[in-house]
């Protein structure tokens, strides 16, 4: 299985809020456990040393973030990159090409028309951004991008410079592992209807008094999200298939490694 999870017991919650105004709702019920098993690497799992330190294996954060984050980059990531443009988002030369971007950004030039500048940045950037996993809200983060080409899905993580007190903070260092497209998005659709499902389980339970006294939630609005967010993955692959300049994105990439004599 490729996305795994495990939910908190409910009365294991931290509710929001200071005591008297406790809360939860249906993003807060979602808190547990999550790691992706890229074949023998598990993404998400922390190092041997961070658990010594007391951290537990894997990410514990509301599971449903993970879920979100994947439905929101599902267009981009079956949106194939072509060929001459792999380099930049995959392995050492893609490291190589964010460092000279950032070089690129630091470059302090008052003649130059900033709104150009900031076109040529977004256009040479923004769709890798997109094919990254977001986890800023973890500490350490995860560097994990996930990206196509017309006949995988490819999952990359370089986690070597991602620290916990001065020593590697997650199991998989640096790696790839790449699957079929439509195993992607059968693995993602699994994902999605175990995590329905146990929340529907989560959520008759709360309906009919499961949470301990003195915390509110909206009941109402509590049934209504579930409803909601049950049809979110249907939406995003309903969802025309991004259509990226990739031409505008090879030369705002020529003009950025040009103005540094790279090419």
Known sequence: MLINFTLAPIESIVPWGEPG?????????TYGEYWIQAGEAALFEYSEHARNAGI???CDYQVVRLHEDLLDMLPYILEPVPEPLVPYISGESAKAWRNAYH????IDDDDTDADRLGAIGDAAVAWSERRRLDSAYLSPSANIAIWSDREHVHIEWDNRDRQYDGKPAWSALLGTYRISRDRF???????????MDQMA???DRVVKG???SGIHIDLQGLVREHEQRTGLLDSALKLTIPQTDW?????????????????
């Open 247 to 263: 031409q505008r994105t090879e030369e705002a990439i020529g003009d950025i490694l040009a103005a540094q004599g790279r090419v």
């Open 21 to 29: 105004s406790h809360s939860l709702h249906w993003f807060g019920l």
């Open 201 to 203: 389980a989560r959520v």
């Open 185 to 195: 998005i059968d693995e993602t659709r699994s994902f999605h209807i175990r995590l």
């Open 56 to 58: 537990s294996r894997y």
């Open 103 to 106: 070089a690129w950004c630091d």
């Open 210 to 212: 499961g949470l301990p």
